[in-house]
């Protein structure tokens, strides 16, 4: 005898939902044991995609059930990686008031071993495999089921909303819906999700034929695109849903060293003749502003010739008294280490290494700063000791010893910088590291492991100008700029930063 179709619990719930037998005062009966658990289960899925209930609020309910201190936050954040989650919210985990997290891992029974193993109890934070996030976003954070968003009819819909906003990032990933970043936090627009043709389509629309050969061959491409008024710097990925596009909007206007609050130590530095200067900060922490801030001051007030190494071309660094070369890699060079090289033989008095990526680079570039150059160049490291450490490290062991007599002599100063969004209003304040080249700098460069006691120097060097990133977020905070918790966030050393508060040290 023949049988229908088997009925799943999948399809009994989405009967009692679609006939409105099911609801939310019986979601915690029904979820059983189930709503104790810091993930969500298939059947919590399907009250998500259903449109029963939001996502917020569900981790609510279970966040109840189970004991756990939530907040309703409709923006729960999210961190696509748990080693990031360990590293950057393990400030959040000890606030007075948690912060909701969710984290995309692989395998949930082993996430929370590692993350109970870490912090020596269960942390505060919902995990979530990646096929139940990519149905997460398919529902906006008031519970819309997706059908019922209105669809992207082209990016610049999209780059006119970033505009809007005031948008620093804009993200777009196949399956998935618009996401912006505005004032340092992710916001994602009620629209339909983007589809791989959509994405190719819209893509070609910004980047020339080149670029779109480049990315179709190598999965990776990067270019600056101007609409209207507006600059934006994008770059074209791929994962395992097909195209990604990231784009950054790149002021117009270059800021003055006042505008941003560069620190008086800083701005000394458009001073010099000579040496290296090194701005650091992950991606994203204002680090082309700082150095377009300061190749502005020089090319205003100084007669000097400036040639600029970058990828790509972000800010247009005005003329002024100098002369003023700005290069973009695989237009006017084909690599640092050769755009360098030439670069080097046109005159220069200032030379910006755009990124210092690689050992070719970071050789080259010493070498310029020791001919009499001055040059300015960028890492993604988080402090002066890490920056040591990471120059140091780029060499092979028998020519390390040369290398840190070579940086006691011609590197004068590292700033680490990060941005936080103000308390008060909305936008971001930056918050500077400062080390400058003294005798006991010089000498903590010169040992093998006086990059161990750098930190040390700097908050005892404070009368020369330095300060530590700690002793810059305790600042902010005291003058009521930033809030505490973010602030914390951003300190390399909580402890430090929470003794630096609790004693009154500046």
Known sequence: MATGPAITSKKLLAALLEADVLHESDLLTLLGE???????????????????????????????????????????????????????RLG????????????????????????????????????????????????????DSADRLQQVGSIFEILDEAIRRRASDIHLSAGMPPTMRVDGMLIHLPRQPLSEDFLVDQASQLATSEKMETWSNNSDADFAFTYGAARFRVNLGRDRRGMTIAARK?????????????????????????????????????????????LAAIAMNQKRHIITLEDPIEFMIPTGRSVVHQRELNQSFLSFPAGLRQALRQDP?????????????????ITAAETGHLVYGTLHTFDAPSTIGRLVSSFPAEEQDQIRAQLSYILKAVVAQTLIPLAATKGRAAAF?????????????????????????????????????EMALVDLVRRGTVRLEDAEQRAPDPESFRRRLDRGES
């Open 34 to 88: 189930a709503r104790h658990s810091v993930s969500l289960n298939e059947l919590e899925m399907v009250l998500v995609r259903q449109g029963v209930i939001s996502s917020n609020r569900l981790l609510l309910l279970k966040g109840a059930a189970a004991g756990l201190p939530v907040y309703d936050d409709p923006k729960v954040k999210v961190d696509k990686s748990l080693d990031d989650l360990i590293v950057r």
């Open 92 to 143: 959040a985990f000890k606030l007075d008031r948690p912060i909701p997290t969710v984290a995309i891992v692989e395998d949930v029974p082993e996430a929370i071993q590692k993350l109970t193993e870490y912090f020596g109890t269960k942390p505060e934070v919902w995990l979530i495999t990646a096929s139940q996030f990519d149905d997460l976003y398919q529902v906006n954070y008031k519970g």
């Open 250 to 294: 790149i002021p117009t206007e270059v800021p003055t060293m006042q505008d941003i609050k560069l620190p008086e130590a800083v701005q000394r530095l458009v001073d010099l003749d000579r040496g290296l200067v090194l701005v650091v900060g992950p991606t994203g922490s204002g680090k082309s502003t700082t150095l377009a801030s300061m």
């Open 349 to 365: 008095d200032v030379v910006l290494v755009g990124e210092m990526r690689d050992l070719e680079t970071i050789r080259t570039a």
């Open 433 to 469: 590291e400062v080390m400058v080249s003294t005798p006991a700098i010089q000498n903590n460069l010169r040992k093998v492991d006086g990059h161990a006691f750098l930190r040390q120097t700097i908050e005892t060097s404070s009368r020369d100008g330095m300060q530590t990133m």
